[in-house]
């Protein structure tokens, strides 16, 4: 047993523990057929900036239920990547180097993605490590490898000759900043003002009102609609409606979407300018009138607007209103807008041809998918379902950018159809390499498709990615389902549902039993930390090199899983530095008094209050893997505070230190007792407290416990498995507690210490336990200072 330091130095003590884990490949990933696998989908954080608080506290808790499976037996798979392409990782670029990728070559743009997500993957690998967590970076993979990319386009031919995948030109969700088409999934909501503006259609010279707030599309309108119940508008059903401004004519039709309370209850479809527009054209067949261009301008044949921003053509089209009789009136008003998650600008609907995945036809097999997996916390499940019955689109997968995984398509120039890669071409960018082949129709010249898939087209096929890792370790039945995928309830609408989807039309099943929702961190009410707001105050590398790894880990579990919680700087210094303290000096004292202990040595006497704390341990442990098991940390954290802090700390030490101080008073296998219990209770709760503050638990286990224990590392043992409690012992001690507690509020009310002398100490309490107090008799009169020890017990 070594010597203990007078203070705790978490900062080193963390630095060489780390270095102590990796020299002994601690938590190395080794095939082993009499351990069963856990394994754990863990999300790839999207390079698109630095990590912060938020990202610690959500990784940390999946870390800590990592920990806590392999000390329950498990093997634990336990990978780590990074989604380290597409748009956000472009934006970053962007920013940082002050450039726009439209503005560089394809190669030149993407040599300076990679050098940027290179950068900042080596600092988020630096961080994990410091943080102390418990992965095999054997397993690392990152989206924009070779085999990651490989196994995504391996999955987009397969989708696409089985017909699941597919290419159209059709309306799109477009970003006009980032010119690129959108997922559903992709579109926040914002409120903006704006104006309702009410202009004079005319039908045979009589006025039709009209309110919209987007007039600059009226050069792009190309029907006028009216609810076939209306009775308002019945008589002019069928007839031809002028355009103001423009003067041209469009029919007036009828459909049941037109709700009769809004506006004027007559809508004018443009192209476009919602989702409903889109519907009606395809509906109704009617034409296109291209309007707005993906840049964001205004197409050039365009009267009166062509180039312009559409927000300045709105207030121009609104001035020409104005000016020439035609704005009958305008109410200002705040209204949702949807919004491009990456960048926050509205998002425009304009015709494209892109891939698309069917998702909409397989909401049924989707929404069973669902129901099978277990969802921790349950009501986030909720969100899921809601999110599937929704849906409106089909998944779009291309987008028009640079630095992604490229579509495996080349289009013959004859006759358009696409030819995919070959499963040994793979993986392959068409922009580099030639299709060597005839079309059917004879064509031999083929176009590469230039747009990538979609980052989430990859991150979704993390456990399809985690599996063919495992397939190179000779695993080959039985990885999928994978045990759990972790990640934060923002992203089931993406990663959970696209991963759901692919799993179902590549494996038939789901891709994991298990998810594990964490919640958000916020700065201040309704306010969530994230990089784009860079609303966090410190670094999360600051914090550590500032406070150390365990004291952030510790008030990381400090909430219940799926819930919001505000980051309080002080407030986790406060209670974790206290627990780190406490269990130092406590462990110290405990093991100067096991110097001399044999661990597999039998007591032949056993004090019912030592039988108390092993039976309150055994309480403890099986409370902690109940709510461990429903992936509850902090549920779990504070039944094992509850033992060390008022059972071990408050009371049970204070209950035998006098006998394990004094032999030759109580007998040296009282002491014996003692020792056994305390070493049981403190050994226990070090294993406990281990998945949450892995570098003390492992510097006072190498210290105090390697010896008798013999295994190399605290995070290699498993934790204590009792099936029952002794309920007798357990209401012993609750009742011995508050014999003490009672004697402790006297000294405290009396201004007597509690060393002071009693004459005497009455014990009130139950019959029943009545032997048990009198072998016990000893370490009250002890903790007590009490010359007599008197019984009243009924």
């Not at 030109?169 to 959108?182: A, D, G, K």
């Not at 600059?216 to 009216?226: A, I, M, Q």
């Not at 071409?425 to 299709?435: H, I, K, R």
Request: include cysteine; hydrophobic fraction near 35%.
């Amino acid at each position: 047993m070594e010597e203990f330091e007078k203070r705790y130095d978490g900062l080193t003590v963390e630095k060489n523990i780390q270095k102590y884990w990796e020299e002994n490949k601690i938590y190395e990933f080794t095939p082993d057929k009499s351990k069963k696998i856990y394994s754990i989908d863990t999300p790839p954080p999207t390079v698109s900036g630095s990590l912060h608080i938020g990202h610690i506290f959500s990784y940390t808790q999946a870390e800590m239920i990592a920990r806590y499976k392999r000390m329950q037996g498990f093997n634990l798979f336990y990978p780590f990547g990074f989604d380290d392409n597409g748009l956000p990782s472009e934006r970053l670029v962007e920013k940082e180097s002050g450039i726009k990728a439209r503005d560089l070559s394809r190669g030149d743009f993407c040599k300076k993605c990679v050098e940027t997500t290179q950068k900042y993957e080596a600092e988020f690998k630096d961080l994990w490590k410091t943080m102390g967590f418990s992965c095999d970076w054997n397993l690392q993979y990152s989206t924009v490898s070779d085999n990651s990319q490989k196994l995504s386009q391996r999955s987009f031919i397969d989708l696409a000759k089985k017909g699941h995948a597919y290419i159209k030109e059709s309306p799109v969700l477009w970003c006009t900043e980032c010119r690129t088409s959108i997922a559903q999934a992709e579109l926040d909501t914002q409120e903006i003002d704006s104006t309702f503006n009410y202009i004079p259609f005319t039908v045979e010279g009589n006025v039709l009102e009209i309110a919209t707030t987007r007039p600059e599309l009226l050069y792009g309108v190309v029907c006028v609609f009216v609810n076939p119940e209306d009775e308002r508008y019945k008589h002019l059903v069928g007839k031809s409606v002028k355009v103001p401004l423009y003067n041209f004519e469009v029919p007036l039709l009828t459909d049941e979407k037109v709700a009769l309370d809004k506006g004027t209850g007559a809508v004018m479809c443009a192209t476009f300018g919602d989702t409903t527009d889109s519907e009606w054209v395809e509906k109704y067949n009617l034409p296109y009138k291209k309007v707005i261009l993906p840049d964001g301008t205004i197409a050039e044949d365009v009267p009166f607007i062509a180039g312009m921003k559409v927000k300045g053509a709105r207030k121009e089209i609104i001035r020409l209103l104005d000016e020439n009789g035609l704005l009958l009136k305008s109410e200002k008003l705040s209204h949702m807008v949807s919004v491009h998650e990456r960048c926050g600008t509205e998002v425009e609907i304009i015709p494209s041809k892109q891939w698309y995945i069917d998702v909409l036809s397989k909401k049924k097999e989707l929404l069973e998918a669902g129901d099978k997996i277990k969802w921790h916390p349950a009501h986030m499940k909720n969100r899921y379902t809601i999110w599937v019955e929704n849906l409106k689109w089909d998944w779009c997968i291309s987008r028009q950018r640079y630095f992604g995984v490229p579509f495996p398509v080349w289009y013959c120039d004859k006759c358009g159809k696409p030819h995919f890669a070959t499963e040994e071409m793979l993986p392959v960018n068409p922009l580099e390499v030639s299709y060597n082949g005839t079309c059917e129709c004879g064509g031999t010249t083929f176009t590469p498709e230039s747009a990538v898939l979609d980052t989430w087209a990859t991150s979704s096929i993390s456990p399809l990615i985690n599996e063919d890792t495992a397939k190179r370790y000779g695993i080959e039945e039985g990885f999928m389902p994978m045990s759990m995928r972790t990640q934060a309830h923002e992203i089931i609408r993406t990663w959970a549902f696209y991963t759901i989807a692919k799993s179902l039309y590549h494996t038939g099943d789901i891709p994991w039993n298990d998810t594990m929702i964490c919640g958000f961190v916020l700065a201040k009410p309704g306010e969530k930390i994230s990089k784009s707001k860079g609303n966090s105050k410190l670094t999360p590398q600051a914090l550590i090199e500032t406070y150390s790894a365990d004291i952030i880990r510790y008030w990381s579990a400090s909430a219940r899983l799926g819930t919001d919680t505000y980051f309080d700087q002080q407030e986790m210094q406060d209670a974790s530095k206290r627990l780190i303290t406490k269990l130092w000096n406590s462990s110290k004292f405990v093991l100067s008094h096991l110097t001399d202990f044999d661990p597999s040595y039998v007591p032949t006497i056993e004090k019912p209050i030592d039988r108390w704390i092993v039976e309150r341990t055994n309480e403890a442990v099986i409370e902690a893997k109940k709510w461990l098991d429903q992936y509850e940390i902090g549920l779990a954290r504070k039944v094992i505070d509850d033992l060390f802090w008022k059972d071990l700390c408050d009371n049970y030490i204070e209950f035998v230190k006098d006998r394990l101080y004094k032999p030759e008073v109580h007998g040296a296998e009282e002491r014996k007792s003692a020792q056994k219990a305390i070493y049981y209770c403190l050994y226990n709760i070090l294993k406990m407290y281990s998945i949450y503050i892995p570098h003390i638990t492992e510097y006072i286990y190498l210290k105090g416990f390697k010896d008798f224990e013999g295994d190399k590392s605290i995070h290699l043992t498993t934790w204590a498995n009792p099936t029952s409690v002794d309920e007798k012992l357990l209401k012993f001690g609750e009742e011995f507690k508050d014999t003490v507690m009672e004697m402790r509020k006297y000294k405290s009310e009396n201004n007597l210490s509690m060393k002071t002398e009693l004459e005497s100490l009455t014990v009130v309490g139950s019959a029943e336990f009545e032997e048990y107090f009198k072998e016990t008799e000893k370490d009250l009169i002890a903790c007590s200072s009490a010359k007599e020890i008197k019984y009243d017990l009924k």
